[in-house]
């Protein structure tokens, strides 16, 4: 299994950045798919989740800037970010649930003028 993410970067307060996961090595379609995120000395907190059918849940400070969707012909789950604040500012981490758990590597998101 291999989640492999892409599209972190640094952007000013305020502007967008769009991360993407490619999943490898499983049936993607039947996966709870996710987002989480971690700073440094902080926990893992999740960020927003998408099920099999397409509902979506997000933590509250994101709700209204944050839009989670996957293409299951693509194997892949984006995370749109709009209206990004330095808080936002972490590791972003793409999961895949299914029973199991699994974890991409990871993407830095730094937000800063």
């Known amino acids: 299994v291999q989640l492999v993410e892409s599209g972190g970067g640094l952007v000013q307060p305020g502007g967008s950045l769009r991360l993407s996961c490619g999943a490898s090595g499983i049936i993607f379609s039947r996966y709870v798919m996710g987002w989480y995120r971690q700073d440094p000395g902080k926990q893992r907190e999740l960020v927003a989740t998408i099920t099999s059918r397409g509902s979506t849940n997000y933590v509250d400070s994101v709700k209204g800037r944050f839009t989670i969707s996957r293409d299951n012909a693509k194997n892949t789950v984006y995370l749109q970010m709009n209206s990004l604040k330095p808080e936002d500012t972490a590791v972003y981490y793409c999961?895949?649930?299914?029973?199991?758990?699994?974890w991409g590597q990871g993407t830095q998101v730094t937000v800063s003028s």
């Open positions: 999961n895949a649930k299914y029973g199991a758990d699994w």
